[in-house]
């Protein structure tokens, strides 16, 4: 069991940056890959970017290819998510998830724990 808790979200400037975080707590967090997802308002979740259990692997989506920096400090049981250039489109409510196994997957049904999400708007 894990539970999974993102901060960091908020609004911010077309361009801008933000940084969001998921502290994970019950278990061993190395023991997880780990993904972040995001879904806006009348769409469906989408992967953004996944990380394996130690970091050797680190997966994309293309909307978030050279903006975005996913990392995991497994010393803080802390994954993150480094956003740049942000536009309107990456409006969101992003969500971590924990998935038991050594790699990350762009499927959110393959993933067993879920954090309660972040909001974060990007709007001038």
């Known amino acids: 069991q894990v539970h999974l808790v993102e901060s960091g979200g908020g609004l911010v400037q077309p361009g801008g940056s933000l940084r969001l975080s998921c502290a994970a707590s019950?278990?061993?967090?190395?023991?997880?890959?780990m993904a972040w997802f995001r879904q806006a308002p009348r769409k469906e979740r989408e992967f953004v970017a996944g990380?394996?259990?130690?970091?050797?692997?680190?997966d994309y989506a293309d909307s978030a290819k050279g903006r975005f920096t996913i990392s995991r400090d497994n010393a803080k049981n802390t994954v993150y998510l480094q956003m740049h250039s942000l536009k309107p489109e990456d409006t969101a409510v992003y969500y971590c998830?924990?998935?038991?196994?050594?790699?990350?997957?762009?499927?959110?049904?393959?993933?067993?724990?879920w954090g309660q999400g972040t909001q974060v708007t990007v709007s001038s």
């Open positions: 998830a924990a998935r038991v196994t050594q790699v990350e997957s762009a499927r959110p049904i393959e993933y067993d724990y």
């Open positions: 019950g278990t061993s967090f190395s023991t997880f890959a």
């Open positions: 990380i394996s259990r130690v970091g050797l692997v680190i």
